[in-house]
Structures are given as structure tokens and as C-alpha cells.
């Protein structure tokens, strides 16, 4: 099979908000840690030639050891930057000539599921920029100043977007060239997509790909972690 799709996943950030000195995206959650699970999952398919993990500048000389429990053939360390913009563009320099679908993952998602990747390599394949979501079922109200609701939002339409994104190789350079040379940052890839008028493919994502940023979240995620894909 031909492998002619790159992984970038970001795992460069310091995870501040979980209140623990260690590093959120090496913190064990269901019998691994998180990293892990994300590499492992993009490294079952076998037309990924590449999965580019960026970290922070301190372990990318000194990774933790476990991560090499991985296919260390398909797997390359990156350096982050000082924004998450800068991280995925980093990672995608660092990958090699073969590839032509990119997918961009976040570490702190790492129960993303096999049908939520398929999903955004096949639209990529066909030449689109895709993101997974899923829809927003909570009331949504604005809030005032003084802490008090003013009016309901239609929540008709209305995604909670999530990663895995998947990109045609030369769409998502073009997209982070374009945005550096405009100072632009981004916490989103497809925001970068469309800021350039290029639309963005959704399917649907998964309650188990969850994004953990707090420490209640971990608990949270060790159970969504059973729910089947």
C-alpha cells in the first residue's frame, strides 16, 4: 500500500491547566499514557509513512521511553514553538517528500477512533479540507457583564469541532505560509483553510475523542474510553 499520509500530532504544550508539574500529554490515562494512545492508533494504518509528533524543546533530546514502544520506522520528533501554529508548521516541515495527505491531530484527544480517521483521510484524498465535530446539544445563552443570562442561542447548525483535520499536502503549506506571513496564529488548522476562502468538509467526531484539559477531565475520559466506536 502506498504510504502517502503524514501525521502531525501536537503535543507541545505545557497543559498548565490540569494543575500538575507534569506534562498533561505524558500523564497515564486508561492503562497508557496519553500520547500514546494517539501514535498507536495513526500507526494501525498502513498508509501512514510518517506520524511527526512535536514536543516540547526540552524532551524532544530526551523523549520518555515508552513512546518507543511505537513503530520508531514511522515515527520522527519534532520541536514546538511558541504557539500551536508554530508546532504544526515545524512538524509539517519535517515531513518527507512522499507524502500528500496530511492529517493534524491534538495529543490531549487520544481516544480518537479508527472511523473518525478514516473519515478525514478519504475526504482529503478527494482534495478537501475536513475536520470532525460533533453537534452541540446543551441551551447555549450570551451573558452579561454583571453575570446574568441575556437571550438563548440558536444552537441550529451550531459543532463542537474536534481533531483529527485532514488536508491535501500542498492546501495546508499554502494555509500556514500565508498565515505566518501575516503574523496570523490559530488554535484551529481549518481556521487557517478559511481565512483563504477554502471550505472545510465536516464528518462526524465522537464523545470518546474527547479533549482533556483539566484534571476532572481525566476522570471523565477513562470512562468515555470504554464507549465503542
Known amino acids: 500500500m502506498k504510504k502517502d499520509v503524514g501525521v502531525v500530532i501536537v503535543a507541545g504544550g505545557k497543559g498548565s491547566r490540569t494543575g500538575s508539574d507534569e506534562l498533561k500529554q505524558f500523564r497515564w ?11 498507536q492508533a495513526f500507526q494501525e494504518r498502513q498508509d501512514v509513512g510518517m506520524v511527526v509528533v512535536v514536543l516540547p524543546h526540552e524532551h524532544v533530546g530526551d523523549p520518555p521511553p515508552w ?23 515545524n512538524g509539517l516541515e519535517d515531513l518527507g517528500d512522499d507524502i500528500e495527505v496530511v492529517v493534524i491531530h491534538d495529543a490531549a484527544r487520544p481516544f480518537v477512533t479508527q472511523k473518525m480517521i478514516d473519515a478525514v483521510i478519504t475526504e482529503a484524498r478527494a482534495g478537501n479540507a475536513v475536520t470532525t465535530a460533533i453537534p452541540v446539544v446543551d441551551t447555549l445563552v450570551r451573558m452579561t457583564d454583571d453575570h446574568r443570562t441575556d437571550g438563548a442561542i ?51 467526531g465522537s464523545e470518546r475523542a474527547m479533549k482533556i484539559t483539566t484534571e476532572a477531565d481525566f476522570a471523565l475520559a477513562e470512562a468515555l474510553s470504554i464507549l465503542r466506536e
Do not use: N, W
Request: some cysteine.
Open 29 to 39: 490515562v486508561a492503562g497508557k499514557p496519553m500520547l500514546l494512545h494517539s501514535v
Open 67 to 89: 513512546l518507543f514502544q511505537c513503530d520508531t520506522e514511522r515515527l520522527l520528533l519534532s520541536v514546538g514553538g511558541r504557539e500551536r501554529s508554530d508546532s504544526v508548521r
Open 154 to 204: 440558536d444552537r441550529t447548525g451550531v459543532m463542537r469541532i474536534q481533531t483529527p483535520q485532514a488536508f491535501p499536502r500542498a492546501l495546508i503549506e499554502r494555509a500556514h505560509a500565508e498565515a505566518a506571513a501575516a503574523s496570523v496564529k490559530a488554535t484551529d488548522d481549518t481556521a487557517l483553510c478559511e481565512r483563504l476562502g477554502i471550505p472545510i468538509v465536516v464528518v462526524p
